[in-house]
């Protein structure tokens, strides 16, 4: 059972990385203002990170538990397969920033073209749908690596 303090810290330093991206979503910060508060929440975010690094680190990993422990054993592996998992989290989600891209670049022009004329609608959508095609490639990839594991 999580006490208090496990529930609230996370929540409250999820809400403090949050808070410099406020105003650029809703619109009202400029170029700079919003470069500079993307700026603040990618060094919070990882100063939290180093700091819950460090404060682990001082703790001696008291977290991981004692050794013949059935949840440590569980978490242990070989390198083989955490470079596994990560392979398969790194094709998935570079696939999806891809698709995104694409995704992005194709529907304002399917928009327009559909606009111009209703003819070209079923042209323009196979152009979006091929951009979020590679997405779904780099999921299957990612099914295929961790079966392998």
């Known amino acids: 059972m999580l006490t208090v303090f496990e529930l609230f810290i996370p929540l409250f330093l999820i809400v403090l990385i949050s808070l ?4 650029v979503f809703r619109g009202k910060a ?3 203002t919003a ?5 603040t929440h990618v060094m919070s975010f990882f100063s939290i990170i180093a700091f ?3 404060l682990q680190l001082f703790n001696g990993f008291s977290v991981l538990g004692a050794e013949g422990d059935p949840v440590v054993d569980l978490m242990t592996g ?3 397969q955490g470079m596994g998992f990560l392979s398969a989290a790194l094709s998935t989600g570079l696939s999806a920033l891809g698709a995104g891209i694409a995704v992005a670049a194709a529907a304002p022009a399917a928009i327009g073209a559909f606009s111009e004329n209703e003819k070209n609608f079923g ?3 196979i152009f979006v749908a091929l951009g979020e095609g590679v997405a779904i490639y780099g999921l299957l990839i990612s099914i295929l690596i961790i079966n392998q594991l």
């Open 30 to 32: 400029n170029a700079k």
């Open 52 to 54: 819950v690094f460090l």
């Open 35 to 39: 470069r500079v508060r993307v700026l």
């Open 78 to 80: 070989t390198l083989a």
């Open 20 to 23: 410099p991206l406020i105003q």
């Open 123 to 125: 042209k323009s959508l």
